[in-house]
């Protein structure tokens, strides 16, 4: 009897130990988050504290307020301070962090930057994130195959001023089309990939004459929003409209590339206030799956956006995550294609998915993304 209580303690004592051994082992993580003022970032947040507290690990989660900065930096020093072993962060602005970083390097934390490069510091050991470049080109190609332009060209003969009723008629448009462009905040490494994307596919037909900006702006530096706020590209918009002429009975205008759903929204809501109705809205383009932006699909006031399911990429970095602080190295899939400025950082792409008001309801409704009662 004496035997197998002590037989019975001993086990007990065993569990204890190795319960104790596991949480220790599981390590204490930091993820930095640029804003709560962007339904992405809320959900990448609860998504990355999910996944990382049922792996085992304490997570320290923190938004930089309303895309501050020094906010931000403040965040990951004490992050480091209180222990973190590896730090998650997706920067505000992706050249600000090299001297905190620094830090974190001597302390032996590891940095995984999530889905935003951080740039010009050496501290940065892996980077997850959707192929960016991608992104740009499913846009880019929306647009190409919705306008047509391989095809769009009519006859010469019925281009004629006396053949207009007839274009009209049937709904017949002839080149040039006319465009215009919005990417994000300039901080934001990711813009060169979402707009140099986008344009690897429009630029030749811009330079070929089918497709017209008539804002004249056409550069990175021009056509970002700051802060990626949809009212900074709603004013952007507003003025073009006003500059160039356009509305429904003004200049036409078939298109606006707009390199995610926060840019699109504003676009949207200063084409309803010139008057576009779904009848006659130019296509408008974005990325993410935005609520807003999924009800405006449904609604016709923005045509595709580009999914990326921040489960994944969130799965992702907690897979990173545990294989560091188990001694490990995560799975990797790019080696070439992101330099930081102190060389490529390691990194791992995930998979792009094109949403549009005809698979919405399959793609996020029934995958569990969304309720239907937050979209309708």
């Not at 504003?266 to 932006?293: H, K, R, W």
């Amino acid at each position: 009897m004496v035997m197998k209580k002590l037989l019975v303690l001993l086990l007990a004592l065993s569990l204890i130990l190795t319960a104790s051994g596991a949480a220790l082992a599981a390590g204490k993580v930091g993820v930095s988050m640029p804003t709560q003022s962007l339904q992405r970032w809320n959900q990448d947040g609860a998504n990355l504290k999910a996944q990382l507290e049922a792996a085992g690990y304490e997570v320290d989660l923190q938004f930089g307020g309303n895309n501050e900065v020094a906010l931000q930096v403040s965040q990951i020093e004490n992050m480091i301070l209180g222990g973190c072993e590896v730090l998650i962060i997706a920067a505000i602005d992706g050249f600000s962090l090299g001297t905190v970083l620094a830090d974190a390097k001597e302390q032996g934390v590891q940095v995984i930057a999530y889905d935003r490069l951080i740039m010009d510091t050496d501290a940065v050991s892996y980077y997850t994130t959707f192929d960016n470049w991608g992104v740009g080109v499913y846009q880019g190609t929306y647009v190409r195959d919705q306008l047509d332009l391989d095809n769009a060209m009519i006859p010469e003969w019925l281009t004629l001023a006396r053949y207009k009723p007839l274009r009209d008629q049937f709904g017949i448009e002839e080149p040039p089309f006319n465009i215009e462009l919005f990417t994000g905040d300039p901080g934001d490494n990711n813009i060169h990939f979402f707009f140099g994307g986008a344009m690897e596919i429009l630029q030749p037909y811009i330079d070929s004459g089918k497709l017209v900006v008539p804002s004249g702006q056409t550069t990175w530096q021009q056509v970002a929003t700051p802060d990626w706020l949809s009212a900074n590209a709603q004013r952007r918009m507003e003025d073009i409209i006003t500059s160039v002429g356009y509305g429904p009975d003004g200049v036409p205008l078939h298109a606006v590339m707009c390199s995610n759903d926060s840019t699109a929204q504003g676009v949207v809501q200063a084409l309803l206030g010139a008057g576009y109705t779904a009848d006659n809205f130019p296509i408008v383009t974005g990325q993410d799956c935005d609520m807003a932006s999924v009800k405006n699909m449904i609604a016709g006031y923005q045509s595709m956006s580009v999914f990326k399911d921040t489960r994944i990429l969130a799965n992702r970095a907690v897979q990173m995550v545990d294989s560091i602080l188990k001694g490990g190295l995560p799975e990797i899939n790019n080696t070439t294609d992101y330099d930081n400025g102190t060389g490529v950082v390691p990194t791992y792409l995930c998979e792009l998915v094109l949403g549009t008001p005809n698979n919405w309801m399959e793609l996020l409704i029934e995958s569990g993304y969304y309720t239907l009662d937050q979209i309708l």
